[in-house]
Every structure is written in structure tokens, then in C-alpha cells.
């Protein structure tokens, strides 16, 4: 990008909207894998027409441009790995309308996604997608990588809330798909096709999503497991009998590194445990706790299960799930995070694998997550700046993949593809699949200026690293 092409992008937003400082620069340059590739210049648009407008010029010059919600993307979807552009959406941050008759909000991309749950539920409604990235994350990342959350075992994921979006293609031109009814079958579904699209085809402009009533009451329990086979193993059976709103899981190691932050002490024989929440009208959350709670002592591998007493307690238990991605680093400098899933019966299997390529690879890996929709976290520790330990890891991530295909799994439940996991997508696809997959970016956008280098496994040397 030369100094003509900053001054044009200048008279399209302001002065004072685009940056080409280099420590500046590096506050865009890295997401949540810790990886850094700086671009050449960073844009904050103030509006849809002006997105056009870059889109064009970048079309017509040409210049990558790589979409940025909030930067906590966990596959290096937001790297500029060509260089080039980023677009932040911070500034596009207004939550456009919630309409209660019809129960949907209208949203910019720059929303956060917890100022959008807090601003329904002033309406008496409610949001579902519940990221533990919530505080921080935007709807237009959400959108994008279609996360998904806790709530998702009974819910869904950001997909089943989108009605329709507005957005930019790379040409610059602009599209609106999908609906604001309840229903809507006319021609394709381009909304689908773009959630989860990872800022490869579209910039998301403007997000119409469902909104559900409230629930009025939960209830949180917490249950104790003898080892993490005998947790997951819970997991299906639960579910067959309940119908809880999460069922999240946590190993050892994510027990203890969060600890100190759980509302009253463990048992150190527990090997795992679940973290359970119901929701619903007043009348009918007790009841189904209580019957819960029964069923939970006719099961076996359970040392100890309890309802927390208070909103405070609870909310002090999701503050600890929430703290395990982070606190993680107190383990080693680096990782890497895996978020496979499995048909929930087979959880036992997926966790008795990880443990086991721990052990033979000698490295730490520790494992937590949605085990309820059968998507665990698998978080490979390591430090970069020791070969072994990178290969070890890489080995292990190989491993790991190979295995949960075998179980009948997919590679990413909710973080996408990215750049981490490009490499491996042909292990999951079918070539003639990965073909119309390749088509479709061609299609949307020819000359590969949006988000080049994602998704998609390098076509030249097929090098498989972090
Ligand atoms: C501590 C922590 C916990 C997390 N927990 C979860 C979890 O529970 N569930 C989950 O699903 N994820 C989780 N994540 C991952 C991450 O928060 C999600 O992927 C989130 O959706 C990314 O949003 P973002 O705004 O940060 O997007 P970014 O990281 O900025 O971007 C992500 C992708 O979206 C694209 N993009 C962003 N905005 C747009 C737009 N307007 N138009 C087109 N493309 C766009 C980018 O190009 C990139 O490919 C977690 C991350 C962290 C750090």
C-alpha cells in the first residue's frame, strides 16, 4: 500500500480514521493465538457507504483487506498474514433496534456481544449465545466464526439467531440477505453461507438477529467427578432424562489452575467436574433441579454433587469457568487451542486419547468445555521458543485430529479455521467438497483480496505447523 492509496483512504473517512504509526499498527497485528503478523495500514470506517467505498479501492488497486471485531479470535481468523489492511469495527458499535413485538434486534458488527444480551434483557428478552469471550468479543466476530457458547446444548449457536445480514463484498457492492419474519425460504440461503464465512467472502454491515423471552429462574449445580471418564461419561445420559441450558466440563489441571477462584474448596480426590445450569419459568426450575439432583445420586464416578446457594455463588463459578483460557498461560508461555467435537457418547474416548498422548508425548495437555455438545477445549501447552516441545505439540495436534475424525468428530465446533487449522481442513473435507468450497471465495471474491490465506489449506507446500 503506497502513500496515494493512504490518501485516498484518508478522503473516504477522515484524517484521523486511518493509521500507518507502527505501534499502533501492533495493537492490531496479534488475535487470542498470540501470533503477530502487522499490516500495512488500519481503517476504522464510520459507516456502510464508506466500507463500500474501501472495497472498492481495494478491489480496483489492489490491496487485502482483513475484517477485526475485537481481535480474541482463536484461529488467527483477524491476522493480516498478507499484509494490507485491517478494517476495525469499532466504531460501527450501535445496537440499531430491539423490537419486542417481533422479538429481534438489529446490531452493527462493532457490538459486544454481552452489551447486546445486557440491552434485551432490559427489554424482558433474551440472547442466547453466551461466548465466554462475551465482555469483549463483537457480533460481527461472532457472526463470523459463529460461536457458540455454553447455552448452546439447549439453545443453539449464534447461527440459529441470525436473520438476515447486510454486507459488503469485496467488489464493494452490497447485499442484504435473509429475513426480519420468523420464516423465509426465497432463493438461497446466503445468510447461512455467511455466518461462520471467517471474513473470507463478505463484510458483515448490519446483523438482524432472534431475540427469546427471558427466563425467569436457574440453577446452577456443580458436580464432582472421581476422574474425567467418569464425568463425561455422565454426559449422554444426562441429557437423555434432562434438558439442562449448560453442561460444561473441566479436567484436573482446569480445576486447579481456577481454583483459588471457586466459591468454596474441592475435594483434592476430584478428578473432574461439571458444571450443570437450568433455566425456565419460576415454577418449574425447582422441580427440575430437585429431580436432577436424584438422578444424580443414582449415578456412579460421583463424589459430591451441590447447588449453588446464591446468584452470587453461581455467578462466582462462571467467573472461574470464564478464567480457565486465560489462567492457562500460568501453565506454560504458549498454547495451543483446540475446540474438536465429538457425538457426545464418545466423550469418554476423546478425553481417554488426550490424556494418553500426554502421557507418550510428555507434554501438558488439559482439556475443558461445551462437553454437552460433545466440543471440548483441548488445550495443548507449550513453550515456542524450545523445537521439541513445537514438534511435540504438532504431533499431539496431529494425533489428536486423526483421532476424533475416527470418532466421528469435526475439527472446530465454534472457533473456525482460521490460519491455525488450514493445513488440516483436507484431512475433514472431501477433495470435491474443498473444490466447490474453493468456487464459492472464487465467486465472492475473484481477485482473493478478503482475508487471503484463511480457511483454505495452503495449495503449494503443505506445511503443517502452528
Ligand atoms: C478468553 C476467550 C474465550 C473464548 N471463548 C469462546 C467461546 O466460548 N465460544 C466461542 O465460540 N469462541 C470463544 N472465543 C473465541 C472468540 O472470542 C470468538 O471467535 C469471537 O467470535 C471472535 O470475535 P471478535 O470480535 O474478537 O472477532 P475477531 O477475532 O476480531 O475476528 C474473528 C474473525 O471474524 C472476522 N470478522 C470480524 N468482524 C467481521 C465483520 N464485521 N465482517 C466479516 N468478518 C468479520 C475476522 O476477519 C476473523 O476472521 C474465546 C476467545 C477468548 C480469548
Redesign the pocket.
Known sequence: MNQDTIHKLRKIVGQDQVTTVAEELACYSY??TGQEYPPNAVVFPGSTEEICRIMQLASSTPFPV??????????????PVAGGLV???SR?NRILEIDRDNQLAVVE??V??GDLREEADRHGLYYP??????K???????????????SAVKYG??RDYVLGLE?VLPDGSLIHTGVRTAKGVVGYDLTRL?VG?????????KITVKLLPAPEARSTLLVLCRGMVEATSLVATILAHHTPCTLEYMDRTALAIVRDKLPFPFPEEAGALLLIELDGQKETVPLATRQLTEFLQTQSGIIQSRTAANEAEADQLWAAR?A???SAFSLKPHKM?E?VVVPRSRLPQLVSCTEKLSQELGIVIFTF??AGDGNI?VNIMLDRAIPQEIQQANAAKQLLFEEVLRLGGTLS????V?LTKAAYLDIELDPQTLALMRQIKNLFDPHNIL?PG?IFPPQTVPEKNI
Open positions: 488475535d487470542g482483513v475484517p477485526r471485531g475485537a481481535g480474541t479470535g482463536m484461529t488467527g481468523g483477524a491476522l478494517m476495525v469495527m460501527l458488527p462493532g459486544i456481544t449465545p453466551d461466548p465466554a469471550s462475551l469483549f468479543c463483537t457480533m460481527g466476530g461472532n457472526v463470523a466464526e459463529c460461536a457458540g457458547g455454553p449457536v449464534t454486507a455467511l464465512s471467517e471474513g473470507t467472502l463478505a463484510i458483515i454491515t470464564r480457565i483460557s486465560p487451542s475446540d468445555g461445551h477445549h465446533g465454534e472457533h473456525g482460521g482475508n484463511k
